[in-house]
């Protein structure tokens, strides 16, 4: 078969690894100068960072067995998190569950409530149902209760999924309790996160070479416009190169991977029943302050920061995981949003953005200056977060789209875990097998 990929992310460069190692043709068409899509890289201080921090939890199996595969996990590391949380003025440990018996701003009868609660919902086999059916926010007042809600999980939903968190279904947030408390293995005290030394950037770069070994190709920044479909059957793809050059070409089978508003507009023939449950789709973006500072900010590596008023949701400090000697000396901090696309802080430029943390860092860490800032950089992706509302597994769209030979995946489809590279290559891996077999 001669296969058109769109988009060379985690998910598009799997399956394209699988479908060149079955022996298939494959041309994967990205139109950012860089691969990896979100989990992209960009230079820090002669190192590679990813443009939003990134790790794997113990129980992202797919990835760690990719990263295998390609001879890189003797690079694979396992370290020790550090993880705050910003709360009432102060940085209260949050790493292990000694952390949690200590955490003042709950009484001690909410502290164990808290942690029995997390021993259950971690202890589900299988993702129960009934989950999707309840906001988090009902089932966490009903079973943790309005305090537990409003310190530990209101934060964290707001903080992901702003106006839009009294939407979000418990399936979601189980999810992310399940595999959270899966990394911290059988005692349940450390909690360990996966790096690739030398970054995600590497992984894709090995991948890359590997699947052109296997006689693939991927053509990068070349964008697609438009699927080309003749009588109800995807035929090809319409692509424009960086030289404004357009080229169409045919294709036996075509997998998109884009985010799905992308999609209806690559493919006006779609059916409406099938369009409408891509716009159905919301997707928070991310925005992402990265500094350089010539000094710590904190040690922790994650901390959350559950303060209404201060207007990023997390502070993650790169360096307090990965040694700083891999970014030129500098320590490392991201400064993290994820906004809807009509916040007022989406649309500000980077300097109005940054201007509006100074105060809010202070706050975090009194002594902090903006002299520590040695560089700053600024990231966006609009894609980042899809909102899993109420009955979300009724809204997915299947990978087979109504459109012969033609085919979507991307992490909208992912579910009730939370989106990740991990789940990307499971499912570049699942459609590319599913491809295969149609
Ligand atoms: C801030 C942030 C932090 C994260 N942290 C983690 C983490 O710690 N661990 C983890 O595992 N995951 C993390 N993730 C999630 C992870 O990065 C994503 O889930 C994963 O990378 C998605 O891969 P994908 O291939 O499905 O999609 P994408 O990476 O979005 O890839 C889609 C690709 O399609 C391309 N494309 C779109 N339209 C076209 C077109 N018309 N023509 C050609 N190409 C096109 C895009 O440019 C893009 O490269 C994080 C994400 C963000 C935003």
Do not use: C
């Not at 319409?238 to 991977?257: N, P, V």
């Amino acid at each position: 078969m001669n296969i058109g990929i769109i988009g060379a992310g985690a998910l598009g460069l799997a399956a394209a690894y699988d479908f060149t190692k079955a022996g298939h043709k494959v041309a994967v068409y990205e139109r950012a100068p860089f691969l990896g899509g979100q989990a992209a890289t960009f230079d820090v201080g002669g190192g590679r960072l990813e443009k939003g921090y990134h790790h794997l939890f113990r129980s992202d199996r797919y990835m760690v067995d990719l990263i295998h595969e390609l001879g890189l996990g003797p690079k694979l590391a396992w370290i020790e998190s550090k993880v705050g949380f910003f709360h009432g003025g102060t940085i209260h440990k949050f790493t292990t569950p000694m952390d949690l018996l200590k955490f003042k701003p709950l009484p001690m009868y909410d502290r164990v409530k808290l942690g029995l609660l997390t021993l259950r919902l971690q202890r589900k086999k299988y993702w129960p149902q009934e989950y999707e059916k309840v906001t988090a926010e009902e089932w966490m007042k009903r079973h943790a209760g309005k305090r537990i809600y409003e310190v530990i999980w209101e934060p964290m939903l707001r903080g992901k999924f702003g106006v839009n968190a009294s939407q979000v279904s418990m399936a979601w947030l189980w999810g992310k309790i399940y595999l959270r408390t899966a990394s911290r293995g059988k005692s349940l005290a450390k909690e360990q996160l996966g790096y690739p030394m030398g970054s995600f950037g590497e992984v894709f770069d090995v991948l890359e070479a590997t699947i052109k070994k296997q006689g693939g190709e991927i053509i990068y920044p070349s964008s697609v416009e438009q699927v080309i479909v003749e009588n109800g059957r995807a035929t090809g793809l319409r692509i424009r190169h960086k030289d404004g050059r357009e080229e169409r070409r045919a294709f036996d089978r075509i997998l998109s991977t884009t985010p799905s508003y992308i999609f209806p507009r690559l493919v006006p023939e779609l059916p409406s029943d099938y369009a409408a449950k891509l716009s159905k789709v919301v997707y928070q973006a991310a925005v992402l302050i990265v500094m350089e500072l010539d000094r710590p900010f904190s040690w922790a590596y994650w901390l959350n920061v559950a303060d209404r008023s201060i207007p990023f949701v997390g502070v993650i400090e790169h360096t307090n995981y990965i040694d700083k000697s891999h970014y030129g000396g500098n320590h490392v901090v991201y400064l993290s949003n994820y906004l809807a696309k009509d916040s007022p802080y989406y649309k500000m430029t980077p300097d109005e953005l940054w201007q509006s943390y100074i105060p809010a860092l202070k706050k975090i860490n009194p002594d902090f200056d903006p002299s520590w800032v040695k560089k700053r950089h600024y990231h966006k992706e609009d894609a980042a977060q899809p909102i899993i509302g109420l009955n979300y597994s009724r809204q997915i769209p299947s990978l087979k789209t109504p459109i012969n030979d033609l085919w979507l995946a991307n992490t909208t489809q992912i579910y009730p875990e939370d989106r990740g590279t991990n789940y990307s290559v499971r499912l570049g891996r699942q459609v590319a097998k599913q491809m295969m077999e149609s």
